[in-house]
């Protein structure tokens, strides 16, 4: 794709999908009925294309498209005036986002936020599909809202995220929950407005979702939760497809948003008096790959570390793709902090050649060495899976032995949880919930000790705070995170929520540090 084709806007067409009048009492009652494919043949246009995980692993050659041409349909402007929205979001940082998003498209379109489920016109389940507990969480949730649905007819509820790209939860809400009035895709987000519209004059249920690998809209309006902090997008979706993972199928193909557009926002955020900003990716380290130029995440940061910003942080990494350039970038600190979340996933090189990672204990060791060595004081973290199909207990016993070995000073820990049309899930395991329920504790207990020795080394030392707002415990407490993502604790005056102070820290917490304000700025840890 060159320049010229990149910048190029292109009209978005759906799949477009109507839906026939139906009372919807007499629809319930056929809806539970029916198996699932005679209720897509009978209930929507022949234009219904379930999600299928089969497609969404194809990866096409084809270029991304870019469309600049966004702007919310004339008769959906002030469709919501003197209505609310409550938007519910679960899993990741791109979820919060994608929220902030349509947050976004709805103000534009006159609603207000809303306090609660009880006061909303339209209630959106912002869904996770990561791990089996995070979808049934949001099907507990779903049954939550019935009640308020029966109450008020006009109340609008949508299900989006990445379980409505998973076929098998699109039919258990067309059969279970037939009163959820829209679903829609990860790729489908700014097709709200239309999708609203839709809903508010069917029916019958909205069912959009695209199994495509979804093209970059630029200039979609946000709402962003709170002016201290921001998500910034530098890529949509995954092609790694480890195989105990959903995301490369929900999310779709690796898809980079072009440098200039990303450096806009971050500039338009600094100017806006933003202090902190994550670059979000499911896998930034890839970031660019699929440019027809030489550019990664290395050259982007070296851009964004010029922008009069405080604080860069990214997630997530793949260690497979931190390359020299990367770190040589990093290196030169700055704006660009000390703190790196690098997902191991296993100490075992055998599980991680089964879960398709791509590098083995050593390779990922040596990453570290290298990082270390260009980054003395730089912070580690992780996510690791306990209890993949089959692992055994000297490899499990492998993957303690490398928390210890990089000094992880935090992890998210997670039992290995099967996900419908993942490689994975297809295979036997021999080892019962009761050995990875035993198994993650012991790694708990592990990564827990590290985290508070990790703490330790903080107390009487002086460090720099971004100060978020008041304790969530004690509002006379403000509370903010250092630069190497610690959360810290202390008393001082509220007009300092916002800004990045000094604080002297007095007592370490496993998970947070106490501290007290230091008006008089000095040399910091
Ligand atoms: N089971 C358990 N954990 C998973 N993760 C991803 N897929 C699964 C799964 N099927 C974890 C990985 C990833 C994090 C976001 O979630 O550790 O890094
Ligand atoms: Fe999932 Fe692996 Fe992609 Fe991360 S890199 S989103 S774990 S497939």
Redesign the pocket.
């Known amino acids: 794709m060159n320049e010229q084709q990149r910048k190029e806007t292109s009209q978005i067409n759906p799949v477009k999908q109507t839906n026939e009048q139906i009372d919807p009492e007499t629809n319930l009652q056929r809806l539970k009925n029916m198996e699932s494919d005679e209720l897509i043949g009978k209930y929507f246009q022949t234009t219904y294309q379930p999600p299928n995980l089969k497609k969404a692993k194809k990866r096409l050659k084809k270029d991304v498209d870019i469309h600049y041409d966004f702007s919310i349909p004339e008769e959906m402007k002030g469709i919501g005036k003197g209505k609310k929205f409550l938007i519910r979001t679960y899993g990741c940082q791109m979820n919060e986002h994608d929220t902030e998003i349509m947050a976004g498209l709805l103000t534009d379109m006159g609603y207000q936020p809303a306090d609660d489920t009880s006061d909303a016109d339209v209630i959106l389940l912002n869904t996770c599909a990561i791990r089996e507990n995070a979808e049934n969480k949001v099907f507990g949730e779903i049954g939550h809202l019935k009640p308020l649905k029966t109450e008020n007819p006009d109340l609008i509820i949508g299900v989006c995220g990445c379980m409505s790209q998973e076929e098998s939860v699109v039919n258990r809400i067309l059969q279970k929950h037939p009163f959820v009035d829209i679903i829609f895709g990860t790729h489908n987000i700014h097709r709200l407005p239309s999708l609203l519209q839709e809903a508010m004059f069917s029916k019958a249920m909205v069912v959009e979702v695209w199994s495509k690998e979804g093209d970059i809209i630029e200039n979609l309006p946000k709402v962003r939760k709170g002016n201290i902090k921001a998500w910034v997008n530098i890529m949509y979706g995954?092609?790694?497809?480890?195989t105990?993972?959903?995301?490369?199928y929900t999310?779709g193909k690796e898809r980079s948003r072009l440098p200039e557009d990303i450096i806009q926002e971050v500039r338009q955020l600094a100017a806006q008096g933003y202090q902190e900003i994550t670059l979000l990716g499911?896998?930034v380290n890839a970031y660019g790959k699929d440019f027809d130029f030489e550019y990664g995440l290395g050259d982007l940061l070296d851009e964004i570390r010029k922008i009069d910003i405080p604080r860069v942080r990214f997630t997530?990494s793949?260690p497979r793709d931190f390359d020299d350039r990367l770190i040589e970038v990093l290196a030169q600190g700055g704006n660009l902090l000390d703190h790196i979340h690098l997902?191991v996933?296993s100490g075992s090189s055998e599980v991680l050649r089964v879960m398709a990672?791509r590098y083995t204990r050593e390779d990922y060791l040596e990453l570290v060495r290298k990082i270390r060595a260009a980054m003395p004081n730089v912070t580690l973290t992780t996510d690791i899976i306990v209890g993949f199909p089959n692992e055994t207990d000297e490899q499990f016993e492998e993957t303690l032995s490398l928390v210890e070995e990089v000094g992880f000073e935090a992890a998210y820990t997670f039992i290995y949880s099967p996900r419908e049309g993942t490689p994975a899930a297809r295979w036997e395991d021999n080892i019962s919930m009761e050995v990875k329920k035993e198994r993650l504790q012991r790694l708990n207990q592990l990564v827990n000790e590290q985290a508070k020795q990790a703490m330790l080394k903080y107390e009487g030392q002086v460090v720099n705070v971004l100060v978020e707002g008041e304790s969530k415990k004690d509002p006379d407490v403000l509370s903010g995170y250092t630069e190497r993502n610690k959360l810290v604790n202390f008393k001082a005056p509220k007009s300092l929520i916002g800004k990045i102070v000094q604080v002297k820290i007095t007592k370490a917490k496993t998970w947070s540090l106490d501290g007290e304000y230091v008006e008089q700025p000095s040399e910091v840890y």
């Open positions: 995954c092609d790694k497809f480890c105990y993972c959903i995301v490369p999310r499911q896998n997530t793949h997902p996933q990672r």
